[in-house]
């Protein structure tokens, strides 16, 4: 007892569960702060793709974005998951959140050695940092509710133990690297999965939407102001302007559309048990590495108007697309899917595929432009689909 008068005397609360059934539980001043945290390193990750891509290492830029975004999409995530659950909201709380927000500015400024040069020092670094503070958070949570001690601990320690396992990555081989790597990856994800088979944390549906919807549109926004200011600089360069407004009108067309698609429906009515929720949150990654990607591939698309771009036509229009139909496949299969009847399902995935398959226009001799354009035009008729649909009124 004295221990714990001691602790309130500190001004430390106890961790209890968050209700899961609490009523408008939207995202906390702390919480949006993180999000603009990690946002920088998104920005980040997505600029070095872009280089990567324009200047014809589309292959390498690609596979090192994809491993850059996992670290900062599962030390996000993982946050955002333990905060659902538990929230005390005393200043040791947002001591260890601010600790993880430091962690993500090192992987942030880690990005650009990361993919330019394969040195992952710093993103290990900060992603280290990251993750041993959200372990202190678990501890926490393990030493104040008695019925959630084994799932805490459980957490606590697996990725502890897989912390051990990235501190070594350092010293593993070039050759083997990639390979590494997608092992300590899935040893991230079975964490969870692991941790949650000793008690399913008390997660609050609503939130987790609220707080993963948050994030698309941080990582969309960064999508169109990216678009701005490669529209801006290229401005500058072009005598013409016809196919610069073109590539603007459509940009904008599919980065809105994009939002209208994710956010049609709530996701909340459906993500209800320890599974949905892995899935969701699992799935995530697709959605929001793809619309990180979409920004790079309006800017490549741009910078091949100007002529810098190193990529041909048909490169330079899958740069684009490819992101776009990621994306919206992703929604349908996380968000979209349960609300869908016959025929709409199928008319809005057939649509996502067309898009993907858009680039095509440029082997036949279209201009990029051209396809961009007609990516957006398919993209209106897939809100239309949606709204014809009534899944937006009925959900």
Known sequence: MGAVEHTRRLGVRKMRPRDPLEMFRSSSPLE???DLVFAIAVSLASAQLFQAETSAHVGEGIVSYLMVFFAVWWAWMNFTWFASAFDADDWLYRVLTLTQMA????LAVGATPAMIDGDFGLIIGGYVVMRLALVAQWI?????HPSMRRTALRFACGIGAVQVFWVLFAFVPDSLAKIIFCVLVLAELAVPVYAESAGTTPWNAGHIVDRFGSFTLIVLAESVLASVTAAAGAAEQVTHLADLVLI?????LLAAGMWWVYFSVDASAWLQSRQSGLVFGFGHYFV??????FSAGV????DYEVGHAQVGSTLTSVLLAGPIAVFLLGVW????RPHFRRPYG?????GAALIGLSPLASVLGAAPQLTALVAAAIMVALVVVIEISGIRRRA
Do not use: E, N, P, T
């Open 32 to 34: 949006l702060f993180f």
């Open 103 to 106: 962690g993500a500015i090192v």
């Open 140 to 144: 926490r949570a393990a030493q104040s």
């Open 248 to 252: 603007g009108v459509s940009g904008f």
């Open 288 to 293: 929001f590495a793809a619309a990180g990607a």
């Open 299 to 302: 800017k490549v698309l741009l």
């Open 333 to 336: 299969a996380l968000v979209l």
């Open 346 to 350: 199928w008319m809005f995935v057939s």
